[in-house]
Structures are given as C-alpha cells and as structure tokens.
C-alpha cells in the first residue's frame, strides 16, 4: 500500500525556516515527480514546488511565483523522501503543506488532479 508520511511542519516567527520532509513507501517513487501543495484556511488547495528526476544528478524543478526565491524543493530518492526548505517565512505561508506523488515522469504539474497519491498533511503556522 502506497503511503506518504509528512514532517517537520510547526509553530515559526516570520522571517524563520522550516523544513517539511516527505517519505514514500509501498512503491517505486524515483521516476514520479514529486510536488507539494498547500491549503490556508478559507481557501482553495494550492500548487507550491514539484521536482522530477531528469537521471544522474539532474533533477528539474517548477516553483509557484509566491514562493520562487524562499522555497527549495528537492529529494533522495535513496531515501524515498521529497523536502521542502522554506525561508523567509511570512504569515500568509501558514497553511496545511501535502506532499503528493505524480502520474507522470516527464512533466513538472501543477494541477492537484494529476498527482493520484497524498499524505495526510503538515501544518504550518507562521506567526507575525
């Protein structure tokens, strides 16, 4: 049974870090992009980073605008795990982060519709 298991998600004080990481089991994740999404209260789930295995040491990887420059997504596939470094954290980063497994090896997607498995989520709050 596939499962992914978020951490790392806590309590920060604007303009703090955190680092969520994302570990698969149950399944081959190498040749799946990889994304992580996030939900704020009140609004609808949102794209945040995704990142793919080009082979070697070549990895690609896609930000929302909103996050460009503060976030860095990245992983190890030898650990099956997905990471997500945030900086420069501001209030309106709080929200619920999931890490998702993509459909698909050769694009970076944006769309929640095109990862079929999720974690439960991990709740980051950053305060002003």
């Known amino acids: 049974q596939v499962q992914l298991v978020e951490s790392g998600g806590g309590l920060v004080q604007a303009g703090g870090s955190l680092r969520l990481s994302c570990t698969a089991s149950?399944?081959?994740?190498?040749?799946?992009?990889m994304g992580w999404f996030r939900q704020a209260p009140g609004k609808e789930r949102e794209f945040v980073a995704a990142i793919r295995w080009g082979g070697a040491s070549t990895y690609y990887v896609d930000y929302a605008d909103s996050v460009k420059g503060r976030f860095t997504i990245s992983r190890d596939n030898a650990k099956n795990t997905a990471y997500l470094q945030m900086n420069s954290l501001k209030p309106e980063d709080t929200a619920v982060y999931y890490c998702?497994?993509?459909?698909?090896?050769?694009?970076?997607?944006?769309?929640?519709?095109?990862?079929?498995?999720w974690g439960q989520g991990t709740q980051v709050t950053v305060s002003s």
């Open positions: 149950g399944g081959t994740f190498a040749n799946r992009a």
């Open positions: 998702a497994s993509a459909r698909t090896d050769w694009a970076l997607p944006r769309g929640g519709y095109e990862y079929d498995y």
